[in-house]
C-alpha cells in the first residue's frame, strides 16, 4: 500500500500523519517535542503508522460476520493491551538506564541499598501498571514519562520511607534517566507487540487472529514524506520535501473544508491567522510571535498554577457558572492571577474537589522575579505585607512586575487594550490602559 507521510515538528508538540493514494487519512500521531527533534519526528511517525495498522485491522474486521457490531470494543481492547507492552517494554528501559547512573561519589558505599529500592520501585510500578490500562481505566496522559513519573514519585517516597533511604538519591536517578529514556524512539517490532496484545485480548482470538495478522501482512510503502513546522529544518528530508507550515495550513483546511476562507492555528508558542484563497493558496497572514499569552504554552503554564493537568482545563471550563476575567496578556503576569482571590483562584477554588492554586517550591527560582522561591505569587504576598494592603500595593506590584519582565525578557508583545476589541503592539514594560498615565 502506497502511503504519504506528513509530519508537523512543534515546538510543543510534534505531530504526524498517514494518508492513502485516495487522500484518505490511515493514521494519526503525537508526541512531546523533547529536547532532540530527531526523536520526536521518529516517534510522531511511528504513532502515525501504529494508527494506521489500526484502520487497516477495522476494514479487516469488517469482513467477518460474526464480529459485527464488536469492532469498536475489539480494537479498545487491542489498542489498550498493545500499549500495556510498550509500556511495559519502556518501563524496563528505564529500569536498567536508572541502574546504569548509579555512580558517582553521592553514591559511595550505598549502591547495593539503591539498587534494592529501584528494583522495588519499578517492580511495583508493573504491578501498578495493569491498573493503568486496565478495561474501563482513565488515563491523564498517554505519554510514558507522564504516567511513569506520577506513579514513580508515590511509590519512590514509599519504598525509601520502609528502606530508611532518602528518596532525593532515587529522584536524581530518575531525573537523569527519564531524559534519556524518552530520547530514545521505543524498539520496533510492532507486529510481535500487536501479536502480543492479541493474546491478551479479552474476546475470542480465534475469530479476530487471522484477519489482524492478515492486516499486518499488509506492507506500508513511504511514497512521499513532507515536514513543515517550527523545527522542520532539522528534518531528515530533501529540500522540496520541507514546506512552511502557514501553506500547510491553508493547503489542508482548503483539501478537508474547500469553502475555508480563514484558518486560525493557536500553536504552542504563537497563534496565526491566516487568509485563503478558493484554491487554498495563501493570501495573507498575521500572528503574534513575540509572547505565548493565548497559546499552548501559556495555557500549560495557568494549568500548573492551578495544580491541573492541560487537558483537564477544557472541561472544568465548561463546568463554571461564572466568567472571571484574567486582566493580563502577558504569560508572565497572568500566572499571579489564579492565585488572587478576585481572579480565577476563587472559582477554581468553588468546584468541589478541586485543590487551591499551588504555590512555586522553594527551591525554584523565578526568571522574572530572581528571587530564591519568589514568583509573581509571592511578589504580590509579600509587597503588600510590607505596604499594608490595598490598591497602591497592588499598583505597585504591576509596576515591579512589569520592570522584572521588561528586563528578563525586552521585546514587544501583543496585548489588548483595556476595554476596547483590538490589538495594539506595545513594549512589556509600557503596558497602560486607555486614557490613564500611571500604572
Known amino acids: 500500500m502506497r502511503c504519504f507521510i506528513g509530519i508537523d515538528l512543534g515546538s510543543t508538540t510534534t505531530k504526524a500523519v498517514v494518508m492513502d493514494e485516495n487522500q484518505q487519512v490511515l493514521g494519526r500521531g503525537i508526541t512531546n517535542s523533547r529536547s532532540n527533534y530527531d526523536t520526536a519526528a521518529a516517534v510522531s ?106 506513579d514513580f514519585m508515590h511509590l519512590g517516597e514509599a519504598v525509601c520511607r520502609e528502606a530508611g533511604l532518602g528518596f532525593d538519591l532515587i529522584l536524581n536517578v530518575y531525573d537523569k534517566s527519564i531524559i534519556e529514556v524518552e530520547n530514545r524512539p521505543p524498539a520496533g517490532d510492532m507486529e510481535g507487540k500487536f501479536i502480543r496484545a492479541l493474546e491478551q485480548g479479552s474476546m475470542d482470538s480465534s475469530l479476530i487472529a487471522k484477519p489482524v495478522r492478515d492486516a499486518l501482512a499488509i506492507p506500508l510503502e513511504e511514497t512521499y514524506v513532507v515536514g513543515t513546522g517550527y523545527g522542520r529544518v532539522r528534518l531528515p528530508f ?52 513575540r509572547c505565548a499569552a493565548g497559546c499552548g504554552r501559556y495555557l500549560g503554564y495557568i ?35 489564579p492565585a488572587r482571590p478576585s481572579g480565577a483562584g476563587r472559582e477554581a477554588r468553588g468546584h468541589p474537589g478541586r485543590p487551591a492554586p499551588r504555590h512555586h517550591p522553594a527551591r525554584h527560582v523565578h526568571p522574572v522575579a530572581g528571587r530564591r522561591g519568589e514568583g509573581p505569587v509571592h511578589l504580590h504576598r509579600r509587597r503588600r505585607q510590607e505596604r499594608g494592603g490595598g490598591a497602591r500595593a497592588a499598583q505597585a506590584d504591576q509596576r515591579e512586575l512589569r520592570r522584572r519582565a521588561d528586563q528578563h525578557q525586552p521585546g514587544f508583545h501583543l496585548h489588548r487594550r483595556a476595554g476596547r476589541g483590538d490589538l495594539r503592539r506595545t513594549r512589556c514594560g509600557e503596558l497602560r490602559p486607555e486614557g490613564r498615565t500611571g500604572a
Open 303 to 337: 494549568a500548573d498554577e492551578m495544580n491541573m493537568g492541560l487537558h483537564e482545563l477544557g472541561p472544568l471550563a465548561m463546568q463554571s457558572n461564572k466568567q472571571v476575567r484574567i486582566n493580563s496578556t502577558c504569560t508572565v503576569f497572568a500566572g499571579a492571577e
Open 45 to 150: 511517525k511511528q504513532e502515525a503508522l501504529i494508527d494506521t495498522r489500526l484502520t487497516l485491522f477495522r476494514r479487516s474486521l469488517g469482513t467477518v460476520p460474526e464480529v459485527a457490531g464488536k469492532v469498536d470494543d475489539i480494537l479498545a481492547d487491542l489498542e489498550r493491551n498493545f500499549r500495556h507492552v510498550q509500556f511495559l517494554e519502556q518501563l524496563e528501559d528505564l529500569e536498567r538506564t536508572c541502574i546504569g547512573n548509579i555512580k558517582g561519589p553521592r553514591f559511595a558505599g550505598r549502591e547495593r541499598a539503591v539498587i534494592e529500592v529501584l528494583e522495588e520501585v519499578f517492580k511495583r510500578l508493573r504491578a501498578h501498571s495493569a491498573k493503568q490500562f486496565a478495561p474501563g481505566a482513565k488515563r491523564k496522559s498517554d505519554f510514558f514519562r507522564d504516567l511513569a513519573g506520577s
Open 238 to 289: 530533501p529540500k522540496e520535501h520541507i514546506r512552511s507550515e502557514i501553506l500547510c495550513h491553508g493547503l489542508g483546511a482548503h483539501m478537508m473544508y474547500p469553502d475555508t476562507r480563514t484558518v486560525l492555528d493557536i500553536g504552542g508558542q504563537d497563534t496565526k491567522g491566516i487568509q485563503v484563497d478558493p484554491a487554498g493558496i495563501v493570501e495573507n497572514f498575521q500572528m503574534n510571535d
